[in-house]
């Protein structure tokens, strides 16, 4: 279990230094601003606006019902499916963020980001589209290379050598 976990962990260091920096500045971006903007309007965190009125780890009132109007699965089980999109952009983007756990935190921000794109916004229009299938695809990268030498998987990893 623990050689999965590490190998899971375990990012991949491209030949310079400059290559690390110029891949993770994606990473980090994306990070903040799921975190730090569209997570924290959504989901009770330190850093969510006060007037919210959210507790810690708290779902907003309305996003439930936006997400029972997906249909399928999803008005089935609205509030479990809410917190879950609104967990993985809050926490999954300050994972990413800081490069801890970040094929975990890629794929569960992939996945909402997918759900944003062709259930909440397909109907509006490609255009409406871009802003989730961007953040999905920085995410379809992050999954693949890990954080890199820029993250704590790099530090856990080499650490455990």
Same mark, same amino acid.
């Given at each position: 279990?623990?050689?999965?976990?590490?190998?899971?962990?375990?990012?991949?260091?491209?030949?310079?230094? !400059?290559?690390?920096?110029?891949?993770?500045?994606?990473?980090?971006?994306?990070?903040?601003?799921?975190?730090?903007?569209?997570?924290?309007?959504?989901?009770?965190?330190?850093?969510?606006?006060?007037?919210?009125?959210?507790?810690?780890?708290?779902?907003?009132? !309305?996003?439930?019902?936006?997400?029972?109007?997906?249909?399928?699965?999803?008005?089935?089980?609205?509030?479990?499916?809410?917190?879950?999109?609104?967990?993985?952009?809050?926490?999954?983007?300050?994972?990413?963020?800081?490069?801890?756990?970040?094929?975990?935190?890629?794929?569960?921000?992939?996945?909402?980001?997918?759900?944003?794109?062709?259930?909440?916004?397909?109907?509006?229009?490609? !255009?409406?589209?871009?802003?989730?299938?961007?953040?999905?695809?920085?995410?379809?990268?992050?999954?693949?290379?890990?954080?890199?030498?820029?993250?704590?998987?790099?530090?856990?990893?080499?650490?455990?050598?």
């Amino acid at each position: 279990m623990r050689t999965f976990i590490l190998s899971l962990t375990k990012p991949v260091a491209l030949p310079a230094l !400059w290559q690390d920096i110029m891949v993770s500045i994606p990473r980090l971006i994306c990070g903040y601003f799921m975190a730090f903007n569209f997570g924290a309007a959504k989901f009770g965190m330190p850093w969510s606006d006060s007037k919210l009125n959210l507790g810690f780890f708290e779902v907003a009132y !309305w996003f439930p019902s936006d997400v029972a109007e997906f249909g399928g699965i999803f008005a089935q089980f609205p509030s479990f499916f809410a917190w879950m999109g609104a967990f993985s952009e809050a926490v999954g983007g300050l994972l990413l963020m800081l490069g801890f756990q970040t094929r975990i935190a890629s794929l569960l921000i992939f996945c909402t980001m997918m759900v944003a794109a062709f259930c909440q916004q397909l109907q509006n229009g490609y !255009w409406n589209m871009l802003p989730a299938l961007g953040f999905g695809f920085i995410c379809i990268y992050t999954f693949a290379l890990g954080s890199g030498r820029l993250g704590v998987d790099y530090l856990i990893t080499k650490k455990t050598k």
